[in-house]
């Protein structure tokens, strides 16, 4: 066993399996089979987790209104319009973070995608909300 439970198996300069694996032999070199650990130095992109941060406040902004909205009978006062306006603010903002963290090299991705795609529902949210305040 070598180090980090590592086996060690001789092989020879070309890559095969050498018949004479003697101590003294210089041209032999070992070969570690690692037992299932992978070690990286990736991380999750800091644009990435706040484009995450803001695709729920967004949504979660967006849910109390329209809850709120519909426990008052529709008669909505000029702050949940404020906070919503704020919310796709923040939407769009969500939007270009995780664009711009997708673009990172040698990082984890998760954060991106998912701040993409909860701010985009909310720009959805949004426009729905919009579109049947227009027609009603």
């Known amino acids: 066993m070598g ?3 590592q086996t060690k198996m001789p092989i ?3 890559g095969r399996r050498s018949a ?3 101590a003294g032999n210089e041209d032999l070199y070992y070969m570690g089979k690692k037992n299932g650990y992978i070690f990286t130095n990736k991380e999750h992109t800091q644009k990435g987790m706040m484009a995450t ?3 729920v406040i967004s949504l979660g902004t967006l849910a109390y209104t329209v ?7 529709g008669s909505v006062p000029r702050q949940y319009g ?7 603010i923040f939407a769009f903002i969500g939007v270009i973070l995780g664009v711009v963290s997708r673009t990172e090299r040698d990082k984890y ?3 991106s995608y998912l701040g993409i795609i909860l701010n985009v529902l909310a720009l959805a949210a949004v426009s729905v909300i919009l579109y049947a ?4």
Do not use: E, N, P
């Not at 404020?82 to 796709?88: Q, S």
């Not at 305040?133 to 009603?136: C, E, I, N, R």
């Open 3 to 5: 180090v980090f439970g």
């Open 12 to 14: 020879s300069k070309f």
């Open 20 to 22: 004479h694996s003697r």
């Open 53 to 55: 941060i803001l695709g």
């Open 67 to 73: 809850f709120m909205s519909y426990r008052q009978d």
């Open 82 to 88: 404020a906070a919503t306006m704020l919310a796709m």
């Open 109 to 111: 991705y998760l954060f």
């Open 133 to 136: 305040g227009a027609y009603q």
